[in-house]
């Protein structure tokens, strides 16, 4: 086992990450008995992607997180812990992913849907494969949720470019009942990670008319395969039968403008859910630049959790991202004390040519600006060692604003920048390496609503 990195200005105050080694994607996150538990793709013997288990942190505000021992591991005969869901039957947590058995004589694994329960969320109880591969190269990552109209349980399969969508009474016996996307979305990646929610914010929840279908947001992950000029997250509304998914928009959209968002999944059971607001958490990374990222022996971090709504905008649909409410009761004010490599979440209300600059002093700056109605993110002028073979090939991240004026929130913490406009229509997440602690933030042409520091 790799022991803990000594904290730098490259480690989050706020996000979540491993305590050592590799972390991928959020999987079976689930609210349970007053926690949020999160568990992840992680590779606790090395700060590469490797054998997989389930690491685990929990945390009662979606902020403070405590790390406890993985719950699900490899098994003897190298089958990893891919993937998956949690979803709550009764009074065990049930638990659908994908165990993946290296495959010598292809190089790749060979996928299979395997259960696992468990009472507290920290022992898991295996009861093996539910569900065989018929021989598709590609077939993990179950997206499992319940289906209110119809009373079953719905998973969602990644196969390629395009999903599966199966349904079963009792979370172990599962039929196929169609396959849905092929022909849409981003042209190149394997897709991974699916995830079906049942559509959240203030839209109507069903299409009009008597006995209207059930809305869904469906989020895919164009992943291994996609070049790094952006990131390969996509949703789509569509209504859901039980058997179908029927989209009601023309194609997919991207879910964020930088690059580094990657494999969202909500919580499910979420209190926040109920009133139609439920938190998702995304890996920031892109599968094509993080094995050469920078580590201080724990590579990669998580998102902010953000609330999750969409929104009716003309005939379409728009997906909106905030960071959780709780964020901004995390930070002090920032005054004129030194930031001394903490993490800041400034507000502020732009105007054209609007520029937030994070200064790293000796290693220059990195800019967000608003220029006529293009948000951008510019990495160019920031020295990242040997991230700068990254941010020398795609230095920027642009946005197009729906509405050019309003508030813009920044949230910089070690080596992750998130951003968030026109209340969270337009994100942007990016990794930065910047090669000294943040000393001081400016804003020009744009007026500080609210500035907070966490050290
Ligand atoms: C996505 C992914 C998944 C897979 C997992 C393995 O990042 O490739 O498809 O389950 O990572 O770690």
Request: glycine residues 10%.
């Amino acid at each position: 086992m790799l022991a803990p990195p000594a904290p730098s200005h490259l480690t989050p105050r706020l996000h979540c990450a491993a305590p050592r080694g590799w972390i991928n994607d959020p999987c079976g996150l689930v609210w349970w008995e007053g926690q949020y538990h999160l568990y992840y793709q992680h590779n606790p013997c090395a700060d590469m992607w490797g054998p997989m288990y389930w690491g685990h942190a929990v945390s009662d505000d979606l902020l403070r997180w405590r790390h406890h021992p993985a719950v699900l591991r490899p098994d003897p005969d190298g089958t990893m812990a891919f993937t998956g869901s949690t979803v709550v039957d009764g009074d065990r947590l049930v638990t659908l992913y994908t165990a993946a058995k290296p495959d010598p004589t292809v190089f790749q694994t060979v996928q299979r849907q395997r259960c696992a329960t468990s009472g507290d969320g920290f022992a898991f109880e295996d009861e093996g494969i539910v569900l065989d591969n018929p021989g598709l190269p590609d077939m993990r990552d179950p997206a499992v949720v319940r289906h209110p109209e119809s009373g079953r349980w719905l998973m969602v399969l990644a196969a390629g470019r395009e999903l599966m969508l199966w349904s079963s009474d009792n979370l172990r016996d599962w039929r196929e009942e169609s396959r849905f996307g092929r022909g849409l979305g981003l042209a190149t990646g394997v897709w991974e990670c699916p995830v079906l929610m049942p559509l959240p914010g203030p839209a109507p929840a069903r299409v009009d008319g008597a006995g209207g279908e059930s809305l869904w947001l469906l989020v895919i992950h164009a992943g291994i395969g996609l070049p790094p000029d952006r990131s390969g997250a996509q949703y789509i509304v569509v209504t859901c039968d039980g058997t179908r998914f029927t989209p009601m928009m023309e194609d997919f959209l991207p879910v964020d403008s930088g690059h580094d968002f990657y494999a969202a999944q909500p919580w499910a059971n979420d209190p926040a859910a109920a009133r139609r607001s439920p938190h998702w958490i995304a890996w920031a990374a892109h599968w094509a630049t993080i094995l050469g990222s920078p580590s201080d022996g724990s590579r990669g971090v998580l998102t902010i959790p953000r609330q999750v709504s969409v929104h009716r905008e003309g005939a379409g649909w728009r997906l909106a991202q905030e960071p959780l409410a709780a964020l901004a009761a995390a930070t002090e004010p920032l005054g004129s004390q030194p930031i001394g490599g903490g993490a800041v979440d400034i507000e502020v209300e732009t105007a054209d040519g609007t520029r937030v600059v994070l200064d790293y002093g000796p290693a220059g700056v990195i800019t967000v600006g608003i220029d006529g109605d293009r948000l951008t993110v510019d990495r160019s002028q920031c020295d990242m060692g040997q991230w700068s073979y990254v941010t020398a090939a795609i230095s920027q991240s642009t946005a197009v604003l729906p509405s050019p004026q309003g508030r813009l929130r920044v949230l910089v913490d070690g080596r992750l920048l998130e951003c968030f406009a026109d209340r969270g229509r337009v994100t942007m997440t990016d990794l930065i390496f910047p090669g000294a602690p943040l000393a001081r933030v400016r804003v020009e042409r744009g007026e500080i609503v609210r500035a907070g520091v966490a050290r």
